[in-house]
Nanobody, 113 residues
């Protein structure tokens, strides 16, 4: 499995999406997991991360709009994205926060104005 993100799509500004990412147990277990995004023509940036106990941190640009969560039994993390803005457009990836594993393909999110 490694890292498989899904749930992206095309949505209008103000809309919502929920992303999911299933990880291999070797990546997920006992690790802080994170979401990243790469806007067109830009570098990949950190969006949010969550510890094994559920403590979350967010980039300033998404705080209050995005919520990260994890299901340790399913080796899955989620990203609930509300009040989406055109600047949230990009490919979203999941990975460990540190010592990242090989990147999966990500899931594309397009927010239209």
């Amino acid at each position: 499995v490694q890292l498989q993100a899904s749930g992206g799509g095309l949505v209008q500004a103000g809309g919502s999406l929920r992303l999911s990412c299933v990880a291999s147990a070797s990546i997920f277990s006992r690790n802080i997991m994170a979401w990243y995004r790469q806007a067109p023509g830009k570098q990949r940036d950190w969006v949010a991360h969550i510890t094994t106990l559920g403590s979350a941190s967010y980039a300033g640009s998404v705080k209050g709009r995005f919520t990260i969560s994890r299901d340790n039994a399913k080796n899955t993390i989620y990203l609930q994205m509300n009040s989406l803005k055109p600047e949230d457009t990009g490919v979203y990836f999941c990975n460990k926060l540190t010592r990242t594993a090989s990147w999966g393909q990500g899931t594309e999110v397009t927010v239209s104005s």
